[in-house]
């Protein structure tokens, strides 16, 4: 993520992220977890996103 926002890394050069806030996928590891784990709990799986076209 760029500036907090979701941005396509492969197509993203590092000389425009010059002195931006840069979040990595090791940046939010734990949040996807926790959320990941809400899920679950939820009884919702992968198939479930695929479904709802999320």
Known sequence: M???????SCNYLT???E?????TLEGVLDEAKKFGDFLADEGLTS???VLLDL
């Not at 760029?2 to 396509?8: R, S």
């Open 2 to 8: 760029v500036n907090d926002k979701a941005v396509l």
């Open 47 to 49: 198939v479930d996103f």
């Open 15 to 17: 000389a425009r992220v």
């Open 19 to 23: 002195g931006q806030h840069i979040t």
